[in-house]
């Protein structure tokens, strides 16, 4: 499948990229982090931003070894040819696990925190349709859209958690570094298996139109994410207190619900609400979109346009069935979550980087590059 070049700003990347591990971290990864790590869970954020930084510069620098190419194409280049198409049908299947999670965890927040009376099929399809009909339309038309809602969503989020500061209690982020190295080191795994979603990179960096921008990217992303992610994390602990804020399901969306000035600026959590649904429609039209590009490569079709329509019902479908309930999905996503996830994210990324660096694979040498 030939690439249709020049079509994102690294504006957009880094915003589709940001939005894309944010949209669902926001509402889960601050319960985790309190749960293995208490009180020290801002201090696993910071870990983790020094991590991403390190892990995003060989991520990125193995997207630039090969212009033009997406991991499934550059896997041919080095696993051969069925090699490189079942490395292709192993990040699709990925990819559309992840959707269909973030699909459901979407449905099912809308169905317990604002509409408990409407089944939860209706929302996974008319979230469906829309993201259906995003990825139709192309990679550009919902990078734009993420390029303008995701930076008004930080802001709100933002501006709305000031308004928290004076009630927090700071004295409950004490005592510091109480809990052991393992138990921040879990929590660390645990954050790390969101970000290494940012893998989807790999499929963006083809579409820009000046990739040699992509390595000025990884702190910016890494500060988009870590920034309100450390805020989050900081006012749940000051506010719910570590023990019952590892509890709440969705502690974000509690933590909202509670701003309130002079008892007439509330009730700004379906605002808020709102900006999070769009942002995770987005975050699942950039999944779909990826593992339908990767699907149609890995069977040598010539346009992935074809497989959304058909793609949608199944994922629609997938994530309906996923998890029994959300209890379920908050276990999963704790746990085996952190497993499942690393395991795919880096075995494929450090098989192809070895194998690039060993092969010498996309290196430019006299002016040109190898392929």
Not at 310 to 323: D, R, S, Y
Not at 363 to 368: A, L, Q, R
Request: glycine share 6%.
């Amino acid at each position: 499948m030939s690439l249709e070049k020049g079509r994102l700003s690294s504006r957009q990347v880094m915003f589709l990229v940001a939005n894309m591990v944010f949209a669902t971290e926001v509402q889960f990864v601050p319960a985790f982090l309190t749960k293995y790590a208490g009180q020290d869970a801002w201090v696993v954020v910071l870990i983790v931003t020094v991590l991403g930084i390190l892990f995003g510069i060989p991520i990125i620098s193995l997207g630039l070894r090969f212009p033009g190419k997406n991991p499934v194409e550059y896997g041919m280049d080095l696993l051969g040819k069925w090699g490189g198409r079942v490395l292709g049908m192993i990040l699709s299947l990925f990819f559309f696990f992840v959707a269909a999670a973030a699909v459901r965890e979407l449905a099912d927040h809308l169905v317990i925190a604002v509409m408990p009376r409407t089944p939860l099929v209706v929302f996974i399809a008319l979230y469906m349709f829309a993201i259906a009909y995003g990825v139709y339309l192309g990679l550009e038309v919902f990078a734009r859209a993420c390029e303008i809602l995701y930076p008004l969503f930080l802001i709100a989020l933002l501006t709305g958690s000031l308004f928290l500061f004076p009630v927090a209690n700071w004295e409950l982020l004490k005592p510091f570094l109480e809990h052991s190295p393992l138990e921040l080191t879990r929590g660390a795994v645990n954050m790390l298996s969101f970000y290494g979603e940012g893998l989807a990179i790999l499929f963006l960096i083809p579409y820009m139109r000046h990739p040699e921008q992509a390595p000025g990217l990884n702190l910016k992303i890494t500060l988009l994410l870590n920034v309100p992610i450390l805020t989050m994390v900081m006012l749940q602990i000051a506010t719910f207190g570590d023990i019952e804020n590892s509890r709440i399901l969705f502690p974000s969306f509690e933590l909202v619900k509670m701003i309130s000035v002079a008892g007439f600026f509330e009730r700004v959590e379906a605002f808020l609400l709102a900006f999070w649904v769009t942002t995770v429609c987005l975050k699942v039209s950039l999944l779909f979109y990826t593992a339908l590009i990767a699907f149609a490569q890995s069977v040598n079709l010539s346009d992935h346009r074809p497989l959304v329509w058909p793609g949608a019902v199944i994922l629609a479908a997938f994530a309906t069935l996923i998890f029994t309930d959300v209890a379920q999905a908050r276990g999963f996503l704790s746990t085996t979550w952190n497993i499942f996830a690393l395991s795919v994210e880096m075995s494929v990324f450090i098989l192809l980087y070895i194998l690039a660096l060993l092969r010498k694979k996309g290196v430019p040498k006299t002016g040109e590059t190898k392929e």
